[in-house]
């Protein structure tokens, strides 16, 4: 293992969230703590409802948490305001979703561009170009996202989400909405990647052949970690 995954790019330290309902308080994740380093491979699994997305949206901070706190390649979440988290995100993050979430209105090159234009990178379009031929698309840059099969969708999604070489990338239920080849060919892609651009990979998934391929797993059950088989759970109280 290099000196770079000894680094904890990111540290959880008692994560509780709670959201108001008719009947009260309903808690959705409990006094979550552990850590991940850079460059590590994590699967995030448990039942439906269980809190993994929950979870996922706090670690990403497209959502806040109640109590504790997260702390993103050293910027502390819970002290900055969404602007601020927003920069964050577009500095160090990377998301693939499920549904893909692609602009409709944009070809895939124009999709994968996007980010580095935001960033306003000045190599935006070769960026995406070279991450297009990696997933195999260079065929289809000009194809808008209903043009193209669900596999295809989720590869540009890819492409889009390393274009700018984040730290961190988030992958909720990646392959779900695909067939079993077109699932096979995004996990390998995002393995790969992955390990080519030194990102430290969250993943949610239901899959355990697909966690299993992660280095580390955390199981998370009515909103609480708990404790298996896996040794990242090792500080877990």
């Known amino acids: 293992m290099s000196a770079l995954s000894q680094v904890n790019i990111i540290q959880v330290n008692g994560l509780s969230k709670t959201v108001n309902t008719l009947e009260g308080e309903l808690p959705i994740l409990s006094d979550i703590s552990f ?3 850079s460059g590590d491979s994590v699967a995030v699994v448990g039942t439906s409802g269980s809190g993994k997305s929950t979870l996922l949206s706090l670690l990403a901070g497209l959502d806040q948490s109640t109590q504790g706190e997260i702390i993103l390649d050293g910027d502390a979440l819970h002290t900055l305001d ?8 577009a500095q160090k993050v990377g998301f693939v979703f499920q549904s893909f979430m692609l602009v409709q209105s944009l070809t895939a090159l124009e999709n ?5 234009e935001l960033a306003g990178s000045a190599n935006a379009k070769q960026q995406a170009l070279h991450l297009l031929e990696k997933v195999g698309l260079s065929h289809r840059i000009e194809h808008y996202p209903s043009q193209l099969s669900g596999g295809e969708q989720q590869r540009v999604a890819i492409a889009r989400a390393f274009i700018g070489t984040p730290k961190i990338l988030f992958a909720d239920e990646p392959s779900a909405n695909l067939d079993s080849k077109n699932g096979k060919l995004i996990e390998s892609l995002l393995f790969e990647l ?8 969250i993943l949610v998934t239901h899959d355990e052949a697909l966690a299993a391929k992660c280095q580390y797993v955390l199981q998370i059950e009515a909103g609480k970690l708990v404790k298996d088989t896996s040794e990242v759970l090792a500080d877990v109280g």
Not at 82 to 89: H, I, N
């Open 194 to 201: 992955n390990e080519q651009h030194g990102t430290t990979l």
């Open 35 to 37: 850590n991940v380093k």
């Open 82 to 89: 969404e602007e601020a988290r927003a920069a964050l995100r």
């Open 112 to 116: 994968v561009m996007l980010p580095a």
